[in-house]
């Protein structure tokens, strides 16, 4: 396996982790401090993990929130990270999609056979 496969199984696989998906949707409206991602993760463990590993791949990068004198840190996308969420949104969208046209064509399925 080549190191760009295996940097994008890295990726995947921090995604699916706990609290994964939940950070990167959260972080698309604007960045977030810590304590911010912690409540929507609800876990201090896998959000520590999970920031490490997107800021490793690149997915995320440091920023300072000017919400203090001195500022405060917090996480943000980077274009890569935006597009990654991107992608994950138009998934969701085509597997919901696909699964509400499986539902009519079961639904048509069963009235077909509720005639005969």
């Known amino acids: 396996m080549s190191q760009q496969s ?3 199984r890295n ?3 921090s995604i699916a982790k706990k609290g994964g ?6 972080l698309k409206s604007s960045p977030k401090k ?6 929507t993760v609800k876990e201090k463990k896998s959000v520590s993990y999970r920031l490490r590993e997107f ?4 997915l995320i990068q440091i920023t300072i929130i000017r919400d203090t ?7 943000e996308l980077t ?3 935006k597009k990654i969420v991107k992608h994950i949104e138009e998934m969701e969208k085509e597997f919901e999609r696909y699964h509400k046209g499986l539902s009519k ?10 005639e005969e």
Do not use: D, H, Q
């Open 11 to 13: 990726m995947l696989e």
């Open 55 to 58: 800021l490793n791949l690149g």
């Open 79 to 81: 274009p890569l990270g």
């Open 6 to 8: 295996s940097k994008y």
């Open 105 to 114: 064509g079961r639904k048509f399925i069963e009235e077909v056979m509720e």
């Open 34 to 39: 810590w304590g911010e991602l912690e409540k």
């Open 21 to 26: 998906l939940e950070i990167l949707i959260s």
């Open 69 to 75: 004198p001195t500022g405060s840190k917090a996480y």
